[in-house]
């Protein structure tokens, strides 16, 4: 039955199911998808049964726009935005297990005014007409960035309103005036003028409280939650317990209760990863500017693990919809994604 | 292949070092790899390696010793490190006692160690951590106390006496107040090893609990003793300089390079004890229809740790 060239438009496989991608500025959303898409150059050079790419589908092109693998350059917007892009992985190999395997997706980012989110977390109601989509979203990827009250970090943030550029760049705002463009150092200026606070830990465990408040128990949700920038600081070990020194045991617990009713996994990541000088490893990322040490050695660090772990979801439960007859073979002949790294 | 590469590795073993801003945390750690460098030349059983995997990476790499020169950055460090005791010999014995410690080593960084103790809400994932912590390095800089110089005959030099000090009662309150965190969180086997730093800066020549004793006083040794039902606890004394550095870093001349002086004593010891434990209680456990275990007894060809006497040891090292 399978045994056909993959056609995404023919089958269960092209169903739309959309991934809401959330996180306050700052937190490194752009990175992420950025290295996200870094990182599949390194699955599809390695992996010679799929071939994955994304695109970014703006209104008006009837075809999606291949993402151009570089790290984002530009600076953050003081604006609600929202941006669309699809993941594709295309089958290499023509048996059933690849082409069952062979699945699109569509993502949704959200990027807001960091300002606005944080009076959003002053009670529910505004809270939900702020997330509105994020709340009704079936799968979402929450991206937590660095606390500002967090001990461990290699470059203290400094306060807002600050002059000099520094950090991840956040957004997309300028992604298309800028294709022309170039380089980073254009955008520094306005890079400086428009950051955001990080949000506190105080302010992350709130936002959550209330995205748990407004999810309720049903129905059960695909929830990855990112860790961004781990480079930039010094915690190594299990998600979880990072999780737990980064943000505080109160977020540990909260997410541990609504495991029951939600799957939830947690993801450290590194959106710009690490590069050696002097024999020694160092963050691959220039505090100063918000760039690169190194283009050349960009190597990202498990950026595509929440997004493999999200689309691996959505697909088995598509399969599980499939045929009543070949469900079970379905589901034991699908190959799954790339597994985490250890940090 | 796993992370470990070709071996196979225990389970994680989280190891907390925890000790007052300057009581030698980082230059511990170090200090433990460069002493294991030294012990290889001298050790006929056994090769002590350690590799380190980085973010990411499963590859493994050696950890070479590194002295941190630059002051802390009084920020939580993780290390995720990994130690193999390589036999030398091809015997039942040494092939009894080979094995691999998969560490995950934190250094809490020492201001927010202490206040963490105090602000309960602030500090909260710091006091946290440390209290999941199933090994716990606690480190007393005994050259901070103002006042043992006069009541113990203790000498301290002069530069350890211009940074901040502490007599031996607030010394006990912090102390009591990390074995109280230790305590919130029930752990089975939890080991906590109380390490006397900079023991290169100190008259006395006593072995661990008589040393503990005669430097931070008799209601230190009864806190611990008291906290014994709830912990193993021992002590060690160390020193990460050895008998040399200190004088030729402080020294103008000092290129940077001459690291040959650098000959830290007993700065094993602790992490020695908590592989010893974990090697012996995996030996006990494992099965008695074991055949190997039925025809060799195990626990009786187990080949211990070096242990350092290292009151003799200074004593070479001055002569």
């Known amino acids: ?343 | 292949m796993n992370r470990a590469g070709n071996l196979s590795t225990s389970a994680e073993m989280n190891i907390t070092i925890w000790g007052p801003p300057q009581s030698g945390k980082q230059w511990m750690l170090w200090s433990f790899v460069r002493e294991l460098e030294l012990i290889n030349q001298i050790y006929p059983d056994f090769r002590c390696e350690i590799f380190e995997t980085y973010p990411g990476d499963d590859q493994l790499t050696p950890v070479r010793a590194d002295p941190p020169l630059k002051p802390s950055v009084g920020k939580w460090r993780d290390f995720m490190w990994f130690f193999r005791r390589r036999p030398l010999k091809d015997d039942q014995a040494h092939h009894v006692s080979t094995f691999v410690h998969n560490m995950h080593i934190s250094i809490v960084p020492g201001e927010e160690g202490i206040k963490s103790f105090f602000n309960l809400t602030e500090h909260e994932a710091v006091r946290s951590a440390l209290a999941r912590s199933r090994f716990v390095i606690a480190i007393l800089d005994p050259t901070r106390l103002s006042s043992t110089g006069n009541k113990n005959g203790v000498e301290i030099d002069a530069i350890a006496m211009k940074k901040t000090t502490w007599n031996q009662e607030e010394y006990l309150k912090v102390v009591e107040r990390l074995l109280e965190t230790l305590a919130t969180v029930r752990i089975q086997n939890r080991h906590v090893a109380f390490c006397i730093s900079k023991m290169d800066q100190i008259a006395i020549r006593e072995m661990d609990w008589l040393l503990l004793e005669r430097l931070f006083g008799e209601q230190m040794v009864n806190l611990l003793k008291y906290y014994q039902s709830q912990f193993a606890i021992d002590v060690f004394a160390f020193s990460s300089f050895g008998g040399q550095l200190k004088e030729y870093l402080s020294d103008d001349a000092f290129d940077g390079n001459n690291w040959t002086v650098w000959n830290p004593i007993n700065a094993v010891a602790p992490f020695f004890h908590f592989f010893q434990e974990i090697e012996r209680t995996a030996i006990r456990q494992q099965s008695p229809f074991n055949v190997s275990n039925f025809i060799f007894n195990r626990q009786k060809m187990y080949v211990p740790y070096p242990k350092t006497n290292w009151t003799s040891t200074f004593a070479k090292e001055n002569i």
Not at chain 1, 33 to 57: P, T, W
Not at chain 1, 307 to 314: D, H, M, N, S
Not at chain 1, 324 to 343: H, W
């Open chain 1, 1 to 343: 039955m399978f045994a056909k060239p993959h056609d995404p438009t023919s089958d269960f496989s092209s169903e739309q199911t959309h991934i809401a991608l959330w996180g306050p500025s700052n937190a490194g959303k752009d990175w992420l998808v950025s290295a996200f898409n870094k990182e599949l150059d390194y699955y599809n050079r390695m992996d010679q049964g799929f071939h994955c790419e994304i695109c970014e589908l703006q209104p008006g092109e009837a075809n999606p726009i291949p993402l151009a693998v570089t790290p984002p350059r530009r600076a953050p917007t003081p604006n609600f935005e929202d941006y669309n892009f699809q993941f594709r992985r295309i089958a290499l190999v023509r048996d059933s297990a690849h082409q069952i395997s062979a699945q699109t997706h569509d993502i949704i980012i959200h990027n807001d005014k960091g300002a606005n989110l944080i009076d959003s977390l002053s009670d529910r109601i505004t809270f939900e007409n702020t997330f509105q989509t994020l709340v009704n979203a079936q799968n979402i990827l929450l991206i937590l960035g660095i606390p500002s009250d967090g001990s461990a970090m290699l470059f203290p943030t400094p306060p807002q309103n600050i002059s000099t550029p520094l950090a991840e760049p956040d957004d997309f705002a300028l992604a298309r005036n800028e294709q022309d463009s170039s380089p980073a150092e254009s955008q520094l200026g306005s890079f400086s003028q428009t950051r955001q606070a990080d949000w506190s830990r105080s302010e992350y465990l709130k936002f959550m409280q209330l995205l748990f408040a407004s999810l309720g128990p049903t129905p059960r949700r695909n929830l990855a939650v990112c860790l961004t920038k781990s480079d930039q600081v010094n915690y190594r070990g299990e998600p979880m317990q990072i999780l737990q020194r980064r943000y505080g045991d109160a977020l540990l617990r909260l997410l541990e209760v609504h495991r029951q009713y939600h799957k939830i996994e947690v993801f450290v990541t590194s959106a710009a990863g690490y590069i050696r000088q002097e024999g020694r490893l160092m963050p691959n990322f220039q505090s100063q500017n918000g760039l690169l040490h190194d283009e050349r050695r960009w190597a990202p660090v498990n950026t595509a693990a929440p997004f493999f772990w999200i689309f691996e979801q959505i697909e088995r439960e598509r399969l599980q919809k499939g045929f009543v007859l070949f469900r079970g073979s379905n589901q034991k002949n699908y190959i799954p994604y790339p597994k985490s790294q250890s940090f």
